[in-house]
């Protein structure tokens, strides 16, 4: 699937994007220790798709930094 950028990206599995995403709202959270810090970077490290995962997951963050609050978190709420 190409990316934002037209270049082909490496499949990922969705269990794999689904933890990168769970790291990130976790590290994000203003309880994050450094604990969970250093956990995350065991993660990281343990698998090369873990990292290409976090990289997009801190993309996507980037891109939705971008956008107005109510905008970035439509999505979110209750089904």
């Known amino acids: 699937m190409p990316g934002g950028n037209g270049v082909m990206e490496t499949p990922l599995q969705a ?23 250093a956990a995350c970077e065991r993660w990281r490290q343990a698998d090369p798709q873990h990292a290409l995962a976090w990289e997009r997951a801190e993309r ?6 971008g956008l107005p609050a109510a905008l970035a978190h439509a999505g979110t709420g209750p089904a």
Do not use: F, P, Y
Request: proline content about 0%; aromatic content about 4%.
């Open 15 to 37: 269990r794999v994007l689904d933890e990168a995403a769970e790291w990130l709202m976790r590290l994000h959270d203003s309880g994050a220790t450094d604990a969970d810090r």
């Open 60 to 65: 996507l963050l980037g891109k939705l930094g």
